[in-house]
């Protein structure tokens, strides 16, 4: 999506009036890896740097903000700006109250009635057909042709209350590449293509743009060279010149390792630390992961020291800036794995028993800002005032980074139960999703896909358990609890969480073992019962890895076999507790995999190579 300057840049060119306008009353194959260790994430979708182009059929993101869904999938329910038709009246509030799409695009707006999401809108278009088209639920997508729209929500209780939200429709021009970003391994090949004015094009001549950088087809067929590096290739129009596309490329430097050796990296971090908590891994430079430490111990709120390792894991550097205080007990990072890799990936930290809220950093985890202020609707939630104790960030797979969910770790003020609350512009503003009766607390988020969410509540006896929606929360179009029901009895251990969601599979752990759905959470089969607390699984080319929170026990199962889970290296004596949340994360070069295992309170890193 664009820019509020361009689109009214955009809007100008075409001949059309720009403004603010408010109405009524208010306004893989089975073996192909998931992007594992890029925290609270939804769908697999990275791709296996080691076997093959990540994703190469599927749209680029756009970092302004409302990109298409890259994988082709579930419509988007994150796009446009936050804010809402008119806040400060009673009355349908719609959100986004104004957005850019390009013709053809697909986006999802909300309403809230009166202030409550209790009852239900009936969607439509101003303009009607020539305007786009809407569905029941909310999700719009733009006409063939330019223009100003508007999308109207009315009341189904009383036809007086309705609101207006703006779309401003532009068409594409130019030439885009696909993938728009991609880590290969050395000697690696991915194949580009090139879209025309918005149109997939053979029409296009390519080349490279550094000396050295690899070769290209006339094709759009790429092979890397040998030596690692950022390189981008170029794409111009054969009919006309002066449009051209870029696409990037990292070129993955060779790890270092001994297969089937558990090796502890601890001494390699620059800084002490007492408890180590998540640590997420860049989808497209894959040698560079996040790791989250607590310099004062676990549960002492003190600061949280941000450490970065460029070598697959094996060294440790601090790099944050800014500080903040707590435990990092649920990050997330930006899982676009067409993003450029010229680019610093977003991350987002809880800071939990400390500071509280939820932190981002836009710039590789150097600098961090607050997200939860002052006069937002999460002043409301807050059970013991100030800021609201965050508990995890799931960034969501059809607008990465900037469609999040945040889970929290206790109830909300006069709820014994935890309810989410999602942002779709990066955290500048708020919905809340109250949560239904027996929802649970300390729930952590998995994001199947866009609309298809399940959470799992923290341990208490099977009464919580986990539920599901398969509308983001939502009935028609508003959010409501009842587009929620409960799928399981399993919970996660309190102090620990990861699941793993493949192309087609879901998998989590928790009390007692393991479990797979392969209908996107209806229903759920044990594959490997432990009669323990499990804490994560995560999955390379080749096996799924899983582990115990409070004892050292390692297990895997081939991703062909995934009901049998076995011993895979022997666990040291100093390894005396699993992972913390979203503690693992695995990472390629191509030639080896690694995983990367943060201890959780025992204050140890280690890496297995496989």
């Not at 580009?192 to 094009?201: A, E, L, N, V």
């Not at 001549?205 to 070769?215: D, F, I, P, Q």
């Not at 009935?475 to 009842?482: D, E, F, L, P, Q």
Request: hydrophobic share 35%; proline share 6%.
């Amino acid at each position: 999506m664009l820019k509020l300057s361009q689109i009214q840049s955009l809007a100008s060119s075409l001949g059309l009036t720009f403004a603010i306008i408010t109405t009524g009353c208010g306004s893989s194959s089975n073996n192909a890896p998931p992007n594992n260790g890029g925290g609270n994430t939804g769908a697999a979708g990275a791709g296996n740097p080691g076997g093959g182009s990540p994703n190469p059929g599927g749209g680029a993101s756009n970092p302004d903000g409302g990109a298409p869904n890259p994988g082709g999938g579930a419509p988007n329910p994150g796009g446009g700006a936050g804010g809402s038709s008119n806040p400060g009246a009673l009355g349908v509030t719609i959100a986004p109250a104004q957005t850019a799409l390009f013709v053809g695009e697909t986006t999802q707006f909300t309403a809230v009635i009166d202030g409550s999401s209790a009852a239900g809108v009936t969607w439509s278009v101003k303009e009607g057909a020539d305007g786009g088209v809407i569905t029941a639920g909310g999700s719009y997508t733009a006409p063939a042709k330019a223009g100003t729209f508007h999308v109207l929500a009315t009341s189904k209780a009383d036809a007086t209350k309705s609101g207006s939200a703006e779309v401003v429709v532009s068409p594409k021009s130019g030439v885009d590449v696909v993938p728009r970003g991609v880590g290969v391994p050395a000697g690696g090949a991915v194949t580009f293509t090139c879209s025309i004015d918005g149109k997939p094009s053979s029409d296009c001549s390519w080349a490279v743009k550094e000396a050295g950088g690899g070769t290209i087809s006339a094709t759009g067929a790429y092979t890397a060279p040998a030596t690692s590096g950022l390189y981008h290739v170029v794409a111009t129009s054969k009919a006309d010149a002066t449009k051209m596309g870029n696409g990037s490329i990292w070129v993955l430097p060779a790890g270092t390792g001994t297969s089937g050796q558990l090796t502890d990296q601890t001494k390699s971090v620059s800084v002490q630390f007492g408890d180590a908590q998540s640590v997420v891994v860049d989808p497209i430079r894959q040698n560079e992961l996040y790791g989250f430490v607590d310099t004062d111990g676990y549960a002492k709120g003190g600061p949280i020291s941000v450490i970065k390792s460029t070598d697959y894991g094996v060294t440790w550097k601090a790099i944050n800036a800014t500080k903040f205080g707590g435990l990092a007990w649920g990050v997330a990072i930006d899982t676009n794995p067409a993003r450029d890799p010229g680019t610093p990936p977003t991350l987002y930290s809880p800071a939990g028993y400390g500071d509280h809220g939820v932190y981002k950093s836009v710039d590789g985890g150097v600098t961090w800002k607050q997200l939860f202020a002052a006069g937002s609707p999460l002043d409301k939630i807050s059970a013991y005032g100030g800021l609201p104790d965050a508990y995890s960030v799931t960034v969501l797979p059809d607008n990465p980074p900037n469609h999040i969910l945040i889970t929290f770790h206790g109830g909300w003020k006069d709820n014994a139960d935890g309810g989410l609350a999602e942002s779709m512009d990066g955290g500048v503003s708020w919905v809340l999703h109250p949560p239904p009766a027996g929802f649970g607390i300390s729930n952590y988020v998995v994001a199947v896909d866009a609309m298809t969410w399940l959470v799992i509540a923290q341990d208490n006896g099977g009464a919580n358990g986990m539920w599901k929606t398969s509308t983001a929360g939502r009935a028609g179009g508003v959010i409501s609890t009842s587009a929620w029901k409960r799928v399981d009895t399993i919970e996660h251990p309190h102090g620990s969480f990861q699941p793993l969601v493949t192309t087609d599979a879901v998998y989590i752990a928790g009390f007692h073992g393991i479990k797979r759905s392969k209908d996107k959470g209806d229903t759920w089969t044990s594959v490997y019962d432990f009669g323990g607390e499990m804490s994560s699984v995560v999955a390379t080319g080749s096996y799924m890895y899983a582990n115990h929170l409070t004892v050292p026990n390692l297990v895997r199962a081939s991703r062909q076999a995934d009901s049998k889970w076995d011993s895979y290296t022997t666990v040291p004596g100093s390894l005396i507790k699993g992972a913390a949340p979203f503690g693992t994360a695995t990472c390629t070069d191509g030639s080896h995999w690694y995983m990367i295992m943060n201890a959780g309170d025992s204050g140890l890193i280690w890496r297995y190579t496989e």
